[in-house]
């Protein structure tokens, strides 16, 4: 398995992984996606709250806030403490705030100080005056396939193309280059950003034969965004420990070694 970045930027990272099958290339999103643990709050406790928003949706607002945390949590049911919460699978997050004011994510306040929401400026609600809101969340480790609080990132592939460009059989070759939309060719004809191409199809219809694109199997262009406080590179590294993790207990379950 070969892995190149193409592109990182606005949050987005695009790579190419060559030598892979498609259900494998389909393991790798699912996994990315829903498979890794993200920490996001799971319980409140709501002291007061004489807002304009009621209990149930400032929770939700507060659950979906992407929170940024060390690999050093448990999951709640593979901790010594058997499920009950504790420091080492658990982490309570407060609130207490006087109106006038917005409050906003970077308000949730805790005693470990490497969780902290991945955008401060987030506003969960605004407070008038004589207003307040008073409350103690609970954060946990859970996985997307169980709530979309949980999801680390939103996931997309594409086959790799394969072109293929015999020139001579071009009869007007900057209309045909300027007709792709992706700017693979120069106005020769010449590749010159082959991994952008999306398989339209364009090239091939107007040079009528000249070109000829398709798919590569064992080629895929993944994009990948991260929705949850862990940065793109550390997803793709938990993503493929996690899927080696899991072909290991596959493995045992069925008497093989890897
Ligand atoms: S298939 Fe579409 S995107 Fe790809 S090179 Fe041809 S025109 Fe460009
Ligand atoms: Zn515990």
Aim: charge should be neutral; hydrophobic fraction near 40%.
């Amino acid at each position: 398995m070969d892995v190149k970045i193409l592109d990182e930027k606005n949050g987005k990272l695009v790579l190419k992984i060559e030598g892979i099958e498609p259900a494998f290339a389909n393991v790798i999103r699912r996994t990315i996606m829903s498979d890794i643990p993200v920490m996001a709050v799971d319980f409140i406790d709501m002291e007061k709250n004489n807002s304009a928003f009621f209990d149930e949706a400032l929770a939700h607002r507060i659950a979906m806030i992407p929170l940024k945390f060390p690999n050093t949590y448990n999951l709640r049911e593979e901790c010594s403490c058997d499920g009950k919460g504790c420091s080492n699978c658990e982490v309570v997050l407060v609130i207490d705030k006087k109106g006038p004011c917005v409050v906003k994510a970077g308000d949730l306040k805790t005693i470990d100080e490497l969780v902290t929401p991945a955008d401060p400026e987030i506003p969960i609600t605004y407070l008038d005056e004589k207003q307040s809101l008073k409350l103690e969340a609970t954060a946990i480790l859970g996985f997307g396939t169980n709530h979309s609080k949980w999801q680390a990132a939103v996931v997309g592939y594409r086959m790799a193309p394969v072109i293929k460009v015999d020139a001579d059989k071009v009869k007007n070759k900057k209309a045909t280059a300027d007709s792709c939309p992706k700017k693979v060719y120069d106005s020769g004809l010449k590749i010159v950003n082959k991994d952008a191409c999306n398989l339209c199809m364009r090239c091939v219809e107007i040079s009528q034969d000249g070109i000829k694109v398709s798919a590569n199997p064992s080629s895929y262009i993944f994009t990948i965004e991260s929705v949850c406080g862990l940065d793109n590179k550390t997803l793709i590294n938990r993503g493929l420990d996690r899927i080696q993790e899991k072909a290991e207990l596959f493995l045992k379950v069925a008497g093989k070694d890897l």
